[in-house]
């Protein structure tokens, strides 16, 4: 059932997708009188580059959902909705998508990128799976069961078919890609709620070009990236940013391969986007 949301409300907190509101009904449509507070927000920078824009709200965990082909996996968008998450105090799990496609050729990059993201090195669960095969499907279900969960990614990567996968009754339409670009279309336009099983829900997000993450203060990133935890206490200057410091501990760690020269590099690539 629909509702309608008093124009105060919008003006206080505009709602979103996973909120909890207080709605009376004033005939047959109830109307929104409140937001409740939220917890488990997931943010990213907009795209004017002056506000953020929340995603979703009161959850539990984020996907990122990523492809291996078609589009190509890219270091930069999961690195970036990774340090969105974790700057807000939310767990991740990455989600590589579409493992029915990868073939003999594919398998240095596969290598390449369970190595990067390797749980016990980054911290982060990384399921790889396929709709068509099924291959991974049930052991992510299991995992995000009792959790309400945010799915972020970019167009292409699988979400829709991903939540369709799990419930095959839902009508949504699933895009194809861009045969010259390779690119996905954006077929979800806005996020939306879909229940999978008692206490587990999945909410669907439109597909991404970048993860923008210019609202998280420059001196804040290397806390976003917890390979990183072990060694900031370490450094020789207690204002360490790990680039080119003498003394620092992160980058030694780097050095030595208990910290991905991958993962390392797009942490250097932010704090180079930010100004002093």
């Known amino acids: 059932m629909g509702a309608r949301v008093a ?13 909890y509101a207080v709605a009376v009904r004033t005939g047959d449509i109830p109307l929104v009188e409140r937001i409740l507070p939220r917890s488990g927000v997931l943010q990213r920078t907009a795209s004017s580059g002056t506000s953020t824009q929340i995603i979703a709200a009161n ?7 990523t492809s291996i082909k078609h589009p190509e996996f890219s270091d930069g968008f999961v ?25 003999t050729k594919d398998e240095e990059l596969k290598s390449r990128i369970l190595t990067t993201y390797d749980r016990e090195r980054t911290g982060y669960p990384l399921f790889p799976v396929s709709c068509i095969t099924g291959r991974g499907t049930d052991e992510l279900r299991k995992y995000i069961r009792g959790m309400t969960v945010v799915m972020t990614g970019p167009s292409g990567a699988g979400k829709t078919s991903l939540v369709k996968y799990y419930n095959p009754s ?4 699933i895009g194809t890609l861009n045969p010259k670009t390779s690119k996905g279309k954006h077929t979800t336009v806005a996020a939306r709620l879909i229940p999978l099983e008692r206490n587990t ?19 804040d990133l290397q806390f976003c990236f917890p390979e990183f935890r072990n060694y900031l206490d370490e ?4 204002d360490c940013l790990h680039i080119s410091e003498p003394g620092c501990a992160v980058r030694s760690a780097v050095e030595t391969g208990s910290i991905s020269e991958i993962r390392y ?9 930010k100004n002093p």
């Open 59 to 65: 959850v539990d965990m984020v996907l990122i959902v």
């Open 235 to 238: 450094c020789r200057f207690r």
């Open 265 to 273: 590099g797009k942490y250097v690539d932010f704090i180079n986007e």
């Open 170 to 173: 839902l009508e949504v339409r």
């Open 7 to 19: 124009g105060r409300v919008y003006h206080e907190m505009k709602p979103v997708t996973g909120d």
């Open 79 to 103: 690195c970036r909705a990774l340090a969105a998450a974790s700057w807000k105090k939310l767990k991740s799990t990455i989600v590589l998508n579409k493992m029915d496609l990868c073939c």
């Open 201 to 219: 829900a999945v909410i669907d997000t439109p597909g991404l070009r970048m993860f923008s993450i210019d609202h998280i203060p420059r001196n």
